[in-house]
């Protein structure tokens, strides 16, 4: 689609790794034609580079001097970014992960839209779910923010599990600074909180095109569980399918993945982004033969 010249023009960009087949770019660049703004967005991919978060100063330095309006960040540096940063939004510092920077007057403002994209997102495909008790997988960036979503959203126990026991402490710890105590614990034995839950949450990249696998043994869910997962390549991972087969209501990573980045274009531009038409466009894409 060709764009006017008269158009104003907003570069942006995505830093990450393995962001190849992200659909960030596309959604952005056609909700901004729809808006009548140049949008252009680029990929910054660690992987094609031959680059990681050690290249993040680096790297915000070149879009400042670059002239970018700001940038979303993803995998593996929502939390190594935030050093970088002058500024936090209340919702990213309580969470202590960001996917959007503004750079705005020599300055960096770190926001966090992970959240409030999971929280629409679940509002509208899990809306009737029972909160009481939820197993979240994963205290990275994006279990940092979906674990901040779930206890805004009501859940009266949330009940965390990660490999990395100090990222989950860190989790913990904020969690608690901003809810208080008795709503988010270290699930130190995640048979039996599973069997307890309500529902559960994979915030894990197990499950990915590419990090295939199972983020928990299937054999350990029943009908009565409710679960999500953060994954939209493939919009319907191996787990998710197995899960709704053994008659579990599930939510996959589509309605996050456009809702953040809805909240993410308001923020760049200043403009409230259709979040129906983005949804529209993403699944257009993501049909088989979509393509970007």
């Given at each position: 689609?060709?764009?006017?010249?008269?158009?104003?023009?907003?570069?942006?960009?995505?830093?990450?790794?393995?962001?190849?087949?992200?659909?960030?770019?596309?959604?952005?660049?056609?909700?901004?034609?729809?808006?009548?703004?140049?949008?252009?967005?680029?990929?910054?991919?660690?992987?094609?580079?031959?680059?990681?978060?050690?290249?993040?100063?680096?790297?915000?330095?070149?879009?400042?001097?670059?002239?970018?309006?700001?940038?979303?960040?993803?995998?593996?540096?929502?939390?190594?970014?935030?050093?970088?940063?002058?500024?936090?939004?209340?919702?990213?510092?309580?969470?202590?992960?960001?996917?959007?920077?503004?750079?705005?007057?020599?300055?960096?403002?770190?926001?966090?839209?992970?959240?409030?994209?999971?929280?629409?997102?679940?509002?509208?495909?899990?809306?009737?779910?029972?909160?009481?008790?939820?197993v979240l997988l994963g205290a990275g960036g994006a279990g940092a923010a979906v674990a901040y979503a779930l206890l805004t959203l009501g859940v009266r126990r949330l009940m965390i599990f990660d490999v990395d026991s100090g990222r989950t402490a860190a989790v913990l710890a904020a969690l608690t600074a901003k809810f208080g105590e008795g709503r988010a614990f270290l699930a130190d034995d995640l048979a039996g909180e599973v069997c307890a839950a309500d529902g559960i949450v994979n915030a894990t990249p197990v499950g990915m095109l590419k990090i295939p696998g199972m983020p928990l043994p299937v054999k350990m869910l029943r009908a009565q569980h409710w679960v999500a997962d953060v994954i939209y390549f493939p919009l319907e991972t191996a787990w998710l399918r197995a899960a709704q087969a053994l008659g579990c209501q599930g939510m996959g990573?589509?309605?996050?993945?456009?809702?953040?980045?809805?909240?993410?274009?308001?923020?760049?531009?200043?403009k409230a982004a259709n979040a129906a038409r983005m949804r529209q466009h993403f699944e257009a894409l993501i049909a088989p033969g979509g393509g970007e």
């Amino acid at each position: 689609m060709a764009l006017p010249d008269s158009w104003p023009a907003l570069q942006l960009g995505l830093i990450g790794a393995g962001i190849g087949a992200s659909l960030t770019p596309t959604m952005h660049e056609r909700e901004g034609a729809e808006q009548s703004l140049r949008l252009i967005y680029r990929k910054i991919d660690f992987d094609v580079l031959g680059l990681d978060s050690q290249a993040l100063p680096d790297l915000l330095r070149a879009a400042e001097r670059m002239g970018f309006t700001g940038l979303n960040i993803t995998y593996p540096c929502k939390q190594a970014v935030i050093p970088l940063l002058d500024e936090l939004s209340d919702d990213a510092r309580a969470l202590g992960a960001v996917n959007t920077v503004l750079l705005h007057n020599g300055r960096r403002i770190g926001h966090n839209t992970d959240w409030s994209g999971f929280a629409a997102a679940f509002q509208r495909g899990l809306s009737s779910v029972a909160l009481d008790r939820v197993v979240l997988l994963g205290a990275g960036g994006a279990g940092a923010a979906v674990a901040y979503a779930l206890l805004t959203l009501g859940v009266r126990r949330l009940m965390i599990f990660d490999v990395d026991s100090g990222r989950t402490a860190a989790v913990l710890a904020a969690l608690t600074a901003k809810f208080g105590e008795g709503r988010a614990f270290l699930a130190d034995d995640l048979a039996g909180e599973v069997c307890a839950a309500d529902g559960i949450v994979n915030a894990t990249p197990v499950g990915m095109l590419k990090i295939p696998g199972m983020p928990l043994p299937v054999k350990m869910l029943r009908a009565q569980h409710w679960v999500a997962d953060v994954i939209y390549f493939p919009l319907e991972t191996a787990w998710l399918r197995a899960a709704q087969a053994l008659g579990c209501q599930g939510m996959g990573g589509g309605g996050m993945a456009v809702f953040q980045a809805a909240d993410a274009f308001a923020l760049f531009t200043g403009k409230a982004a259709n979040a129906a038409r983005m949804r529209q466009h993403f699944e257009a894409l993501i049909a088989p033969g979509g393509g970007e």
